[in-house]
Every structure is written in C-alpha cells, then in structure tokens.
C-alpha cells in the first residue's frame, strides 16, 4: 500500500507521512507513506492520497490527477502525534473506495 500525503510544501507532510507509516508498522500492516506536494499527484504510483487541511479548496483539482481514492485530513491532523487516527482515516477511505485495503492482516 502506497499512500501520499500531500501539503502546500511538502514540509508538514512529512511529519503525517512519518506518524502514518510507525502507526501502520505497529498495526502490522506493510504500507508506506510518502511526503509529497500537489503536482506529486500526477507521478502516480499511490493507492490514497491524503491532502492537508489548507489544501481543502483545491480537493478538486488533486482528485482530477489520479484515480486513487483522495481525503482531506482533519484540522488537528498535527496532534495526531502517533498517527493513529491517520490510519484510522486511511483504512475508512479505502474501504469506502471499495475493498479491503492491501496489506490488512
């Protein structure tokens, strides 16, 4: 499982892509998680992409370069300090977008 997450530099989805892959390790679950910008989306190769609450109102347009499932994640996305509920989100995203999500045990 590929997962981008997606900020207006790239600087503070770094920190969410890290917090999401320990929470997936810890989970067992064999998914990566890359930090990226938008016009990352169009080098696609990701099975979600997760965009920063600031890029709310260009959610739209990101969706338009991919065919993975897109999310915006929530305003206190930077609390999430073990990346729990970013899995949590990641997981209901997938399974909304029809299956289970690749590498659940």
């Known amino acids: 499982m ?11 989805s770094t920190f969410v ?5 320990t929470a997936a390790a810890a989970a067992g679950l064999d998914w990566d998680a890359d930090a ?4 990352t989306v ?3 190769g990701h099975d979600l ?22 999310a915006v994640l929530p305003d206190d ?13 990641a997981q209901s995203t997938l399974a909304a977008a029809g299956g289970a999500p690749k590498g659940t045990p």
Do not use: M, Y
């Open 49 to 70: 992409v997760l965009v920063g609450p600031h890029l709310r109102e260009r959610l739209g347009a990101i969706r338009d370069l991919t065919r993975a499932p897109v």
């Open 36 to 39: 990226g910008v938008e016009s």
């Open 17 to 21: 892509a890290q917090r999401l892959r």
């Open 77 to 89: 996305v930077f609390a999430d300090r073990d990346g729990g509920r970013t899995l949590l989100l």
């Open 42 to 44: 169009s080098l696609g």
């Open 2 to 12: 590929r997962i981008l997450v997606v900020c207006g530099a790239g600087a503070s």
